[in-house]
Each structure stands twice: as C-alpha cells, then as structure tokens.
C-alpha cells in the first residue's frame, strides 16, 4: 500500500484523496510511462540509470514531463524521508501520462500538461533467494517496442494470468524461437558454465537489475555473453533465473513440467546472488555514492 502522503501534479496527498480524470490519455489510451525504483537503507539505487531510462521512455513517446533531473531529486528526497527508516528496502513508484484533455481522441490535437504520480512503498527485504518457480513458454504477442516502460500492460498481464490459469507462476516469451524476457523480468540462463542473457532490442526492457548483475559478472570474472537465445537452448540449459527492480533474482526451477537440473539449485546462481547481496549492502552503505545530487 502507498505511503501516504503521495503526489500528483505539484500536490501531496493522502492515496483517497488523489483524482485523475476520466479523459486522462493514461487512462483512456494507457498513453504513458512509468518507473520502479529500489531504496535501500533509504538511499535510492542507481538514480541516474532510472532516470537515463525514465527520459528514454518520455523521448520515445513524444512527452516533455516538464520536470528535471534536480525536479526529480527534490521529489524522490521527500519520498525517501516517508519510509521506514527499520525497513532495510522500499521502493518509488512513477508515472507520467500525457494528460488530459477536453475530449476523447486518438490525435493529440492540444497543449497538455502532462499528469504525474508519484509514491513510496516499503516492501520486504530479501536476504535469501525467493522460493524457484515454475514457468510456461508462450509466444509473444505484445506490442514491438518493449523497450519503452510503458503502462499498457494489458499483453504482460494477459499472459501472466493465463500462465497462472494452466498451474505456473510465469511465463516467458519467445519470437520466431528466440527468447526473449519473462511477463515482467529479464531472463538468464547458464549454458556450459557460461551465464547468457538476450541482448536488448526493442522486444525487451533494459533492466537495471539486469545491467548490474553483468557488471558484476564481469566484476568477479564470471563468464558470460550477451547474444541470442534459443528455445533450445533454454530447454537444455544448467541454470535458469529471472531478475528485476523489486523481486531481484528469481530462479526457475521447472518450464512446462521440465526440471531444470533435476530442479536443484545452480552454483553459479548462488555465487552471483551473494555478489548481489555485498554489493546491495556495499552501496546503502556507501553515503558519497548513494546520497541523492
């Protein structure tokens, strides 16, 4: 639940308090774009990624927020300061929508101002791998830009519930036999001792979990390789994981009924979740490279 208070266009308010209008063009048109953004010990984790993502979004859409980089630091401070100093991580929920405006219309034929929301979470800490999971293979039927955080998210969430209908906590999407992320994570695989991840294209998002855990493969020299994955290769791979903002590292145990290594836990997940884990802590320790600027 959102830690009140939370902020909507230039106002903090209390979550009941907070109105949209119904010709929002996030609303009507899921016309928009939004970001997850980890804090850690109250210090939010890697700001200037996030926001160099969040100004990708914008741009790709056509929106100018109206607010900058020192707006938005200014902004995420106040939000820091409502969590819970005992809770080691919470997170920031944004989003930016094109606006309102005086009629329904697929052609922006106005100037708008563009609605932005804003809030803090606090959310578990995890300080042991989360449970494995089960997933299911499905072709991807989005949209071609998954590059963009957007809001519409009708295709991820259709996908993930009828995953769940057929007995699996996810799936993971495939186009013409390449893999390409899970409904709302990026994907890892271990194939001959070497971790892989699909390179990014404009099927799939560019995590920002996903861009520290290959800084820190190359850290502790752990092999690995961005390229192309098959399903095949998937199928036969040693280790299987996912990676994201608020679940962080996931593994897969099983696809379509299929272990994966007998459903044992892989070492190199292991190695790469304890590199994880110091370098979390390293970083909500650490004031100068953490502190918002």
Known sequence: MPI?????NGKWLSIDQAMISPLDR???????????????NQKVFRLSDHLQRLEYSLQ?????????????V?????????TDDKNYKSYIYLQITRGVESKRDHIVKEAIVPTVFCYAENTATLNDL???ISVTLQEDIRWHRGDIKAISLLGSVLARRQAMDEGYDDCIFYRDNEI????SSNLFIVEGGVVKTPPLSNWLLGGITRLVL????????????VEPISVEQLHHASEIWLSSSIKELIPVRQIDGQLISNGEMGEVLKKIWDCWRQYIHSYSENQIESKLT
Not at 26 to 40: K, N, R, S
Not at 180 to 183: A, C, G, P, Y
């Open 180 to 183: 390409v992320e899970s409904s």
């Open 214 to 225: 290959l800084e820190l493969l190359e850290k502790y020299r752990i092999p690995f390789s």
């Open 74 to 82: 200014e902004l995420f401070s106040h939000l820091v300061k409502q």
């Open 130 to 132: 989360p449970e494995a």
């Open 4 to 8: 009140n208070p939370v902020f909507l």
């Open 60 to 72: 790709s859409l056509g929106i100018d927020s109206g607010y900058s980089n020192k707006d938005w």
């Open 26 to 40: 996030g609303f009507l048109f899921a016309d928009g774009c939004y970001e997850v953004i980890p804090i850690y």
